[in-house]
């Protein structure tokens, strides 16, 4: 059996509790990116307890995240749960009109949580122009650095 963690069905679960949140708005793929990153590590952004902990190498996650937003994408839109919007300023995700009632299915605490960081998500970026959620971003990298300099230290010590 494979297992479900960091495959393309709990991205896909993650991504759909943000597209429900926004709906009937639509996210473009960067915007997503941030959001679920954010939603993992909501404290890094001054909100609630982060779902996932505080490893220094938290940042790296950003790297890959893209590709396994847009494999998640891919199964939210072949279950119908999904759309893309094309625009002029480019492709665009919504969640189609079954997605929340299929989200309010899922009754496990993680699926709450990622629930409510998910709102959480959204109301921290909904006011944000661009230029404030790159500060916003960097803020939270300057303190992933930080951590990053610590480990090393603590790493130069041990040896």
Do not use: C
């Not at 960091?6 to 941030?34: Q, T, Y």
């Amino acid at each position: 059996m494979r297992s479900i963690l960091n495959s393309p069905l709990e991205h896909a679960i993650r991504v759909l509790m943000i597209l429900v949140e926004v709906f009937p708005e639509k996210l473009d793929l960067n915007r997503l990116v941030l959001f679920d990153h954010s939603l993992l590590h909501s404290s890094d952004f001054g909100g609630p307890d982060s779902l996932h902990p505080p490893v220094p190498i938290r940042v790296g996650e950003l790297g890959v995240k893209r590709q396994l937003i847009q494999d998640g994408l891919e199964v939210l839109i072949r279950a119908g749960l999904a759309h893309i919007e094309s625009r002029t300023s480019g492709l665009y995700f919504g969640a189609s009109e079954s997605a929340e009632g299929f989200a309010g299915l899922l009754e496990t605490q993680y699926a709450h949580d990622l629930s409510e960081r998910a709102s959480w998500v959204v109301e921290y970026f909904k006011d944000m122009d661009e230029e404030s959620m790159r500060e916003s971003v960097q803020k939270a990298l300057g303190h992933w650095s930080e951590e990053l300099e610590n480990v090393q230290l603590q790493e130069d010590r041990n040896i």
